[in-house]
């Protein structure tokens, strides 16, 4: 493995880690935030649920930029925009203020989720085995070192600005130095250029893809937005203990992710996207009937482990899908990241209030098992336009002596 491929993987994963912690200032102080601005709890979904949308839009552009401009490029710039927007959020005093930055929050987002996953695909093919994990675990180490930082600001009851400051003062020019290292799609052309040139992406059958994409981010967005009151509400725990079970999700979504590229070596994409399935959704029946708050915290552990494997796997799968188009095939589905985040938590919150909690984490629970039926996917599959080669098996990891 060549040092340019190596310093590639490493600053590429600085970046997950960056956008992990950036992410986490955000979600984790909007109660901060809202006392700040004065957001009504009425307004506060609008502004909230703006950011995906225009993540969406920024990912779409992003589809349409890299045919001119490099992913690379796309994340050197992005990402000090996200960065310099969460300081904007924290340094705002108008409400004007405050949109103008999520805004741009939002629209950067887009654009940096896509270009990463495009690097990163673009890494592993390079490589010859699955590494897309590795780099969300990044993402998850960066989501725990911010929601930390975060308690820290809450506990000294601190100025978002000044809680925000250290941290992009810090990451910023740490990220830009690391930017000159990011290796673009020109590793892997060989293999593309044997795949199809000039391919197109076919919607129909990226769709499975993009339906596990939505479900694994529903059962995210499950877990970030009502565990903490499912435990309280619920299972009847003390305040403090309600907010375990995030703090366990996401260390254990960092433990899969961090050993998760080998399984996928060793039993192949299809068997640890099952898996993940079969376990993420055994961790919303034990969550559904936990009788108390400690069964509850073992079926949002088991939730951890199960869902951490879903995202990465598809990103990794559509690369595979369309090897000549991977850029266009990893923008468009990173639109799904932001519609499965923006159904999941009103639709559990919408079942509650109808019916009950416990009822509603069924209903991400079945919507997860239906992974299983797409898990085909996640395989090579047979060239559909035409030449009658097959799509290239370096990702498909767990055969042959080399680890492919």
Excluded at 155 to 181: E, N, Q
Excluded at 334 to 339: A, D, E, I, P, S
Excluded at 342 to 368: E, H, K, N, T
Aim: with cysteine; hydrophobic share 55%; proline share 4%.
């Amino acid at each position: 493995m060549t040092d340019v491929l190596r310093r590639g993987r490493a600053s590429l994963a600085f970046s997950f880690l960056v956008q992990g912690v950036a992410f986490a200032l955000l979600v984790t102080r909007i109660p901060a935030i809202q006392d700040r601005y004065g957001v009504s709890d009425a307004l506060l979904p609008a502004f909230l649920a703006a950011v995906p949308i225009l993540a969406g839009v920024g990912s779409v552009t992003t589809e349409r930029l890299v045919k001119r401009v490099r992913p690379s490029l796309l994340l050197r710039w992005s990402q000090p925009v996200v960065l310099l927007a969460l300081l904007g959020v924290g340094a705002g005093e108008r409400m004007v203020e405050l949109g103008v930055a999520l805004a741009a929050f939002g629209l950067a987002v887009g654009v940096l989720d896509a270009s990463m996953n495009m690097l990163g695909v673009s890494l592993q093919r390079s490589y010859g085995r699955s590494i897309m994990l590795s780099f969300h675990a990044a993402y998850s180490l960066g989501g725990i070192a911010g929601a930390s930082l975060a308690w820290v600001g809450a506990h000294w009851d601190l100025a978002l600005w000044v809680s925000y400051l250290p941290v992009v003062a810090v990451l910023l020019p740490a990220m830009l130095v690391g930017s000159r290292w990011y290796v673009d799609d020109e590793a892997a052309s060989a293999v593309a250029e044997k795949a199809g040139e000039g391919q197109v992406v076919v919607f129909k059958w990226l769709l499975p893809l993009c339906l596990v994409m939505t479900v694994a981010y529903i059962g995210d967005s499950t877990v970030s937005n009502w565990s903490a009151k499912y435990l309280k509400d619920v299972l009847g725990s003390s305040e403090q203990m309600a907010t375990v079970p995030y703090n366990v999700y996401m260390v254990t979504t960092l433990l899969g992710r961090a050993i998760g590229d080998l399984g996928v070596r060793r039993f192949g994409a299809v068997s640890v996207v099952r898996g993940g399935a079969l376990v993420a959704a055994g961790g919303f029946a034990v969550v559904a009937v936990a009788p108390g708050a400690w069964v509850g915290m073992l079926g949002f552990t088991l939730l951890g482990l199960g869902l951490c494997v879903l995202v990465p796997q598809t990103f990794a799968a559509a690369g595979r899908l369309f090897p000549g188009a991977s850029d266009a095939a990893v923008a468009r589905l990173n639109v799904f990241n932001y519609v499965g985040f923006l159904i999941g938590s009103p639709l559990v919150g919408a079942l509650g209030d109808a019916w009950s909690y416990r009822g509603a984490m069924v209903v991400p629970m079945v919507l997860v098992l239906v992974t299983l039926v797409y898990a085909r996917s996640f395989a090579p599959q047979p060239d559909r336009y035409g030449g009658g080669h097959e799509r290239p098996r370096t990702a498909d990891v767990g055969r042959g002596s080399n680890g492919l």
